[in-house]
T-cell receptor, first 114, second 120 residues
């Protein structure tokens, strides 16, 4: 158990809908990362937050947004969902979000868009 | 453009033998490398890491070797056990990552993984 929790574990929804994925980092970690793993793809970095502030953005679509709250939990919002958004979404956390730091991953949310 | 490559999608090894998983990278700015293991329906689990100032790091049965001149790293598992059967991901980070990868330090760039099967 990495100490990173994600809810829900599974999510099935329809195209055009909006969903929210939630992540709680390990105790003491200030930085949260979101990754997407599509079929046949490695994990793709989406976005990083540190202590409530956005720190870095990767290949995140404009339909996707995220935030980190004062209690350090984070939410990833996916809107106007398309079939291609079906994927595993992982959250990871680290102490202060710098290079040469290990990130610990949650169990993921499996999103299926029908 | 894949900056971290794991060219072998799968590897099969006999129990007790050595497993060698390989990873190549193209960006010379990468200075920290990690290996993660992933079981189905679970998140990646951190295994071992290595900084670019080292060429070897060992933790029990797991050893990571880094060859900076060749931009190559490898994970050795000795002896391999059936419980090691999983997908192994290589990841890299840099103090400054390219803009299309967030343009900032810390975020990891992953290979596509190698599925290791250890047969009893």
């Amino acid at each position: 158990d990495s100490g990173v929790t994600q809810t829900p574990k599974h999510l099935i929804t329809a195209t055009g809908q909006r969903v929210t994925l939630r992540c709680s980092p390990r105790s003491g970690d200030l930085s949260v990362y979101w990754y997407q793993q599509s079929l046949d793809q490695g994990l793709q970095f989406l976005i990083q937050y540190y202590n409530g502030e956005e720190r870095a953005k990767g290949n995140i679509l404009e339909r996707f947004s995220a935030q980190q709250f004062p209690d350090l939990h984070s939410e990833l919002n996916l809107s106007s969902l398309e079939l291609g958004d079906s994927a595993l979404y992982f959250c990871a956390s680290s102490v202060d979000g710098t290079a040469q730091e290990t990130q610990y991953f949650g169990p993921g949310t499996r999103l299926l868009v029908l | 453009d894949q900056q971290v490559k794991q060219n072998s999608p799968s590897l099969s090894v006999q129990e007790g033998r050595i497993s060698i998983l390989n990873c190549d990278y193209t960006n010379s700015m990468f200075d920290y490398f990690l290996w993660y293991k992933k079981y189905p329906a679970e998140g990646p689990t951190f295994l071992i890491s290595i900084s670019s100032i080292k060429d070897k790091n060992e933790d029990g049965r797991f050893t990571v070797f880094l060859n900076k001149s060749a931009k190559h790293l490898s994970l050795h598992i000795v002896p391999s056990q059936p419980g090691d059967s999983a997908v192994y991901f290589c990841a890299a980070s840099a103090v400054s990552t390219p803009a299309n990868y967030g343009g900032s330090q810390g975020n990891l760039i992953f290979g596509k993984g190698t599925k290791l099967s250890v047969k009893p």
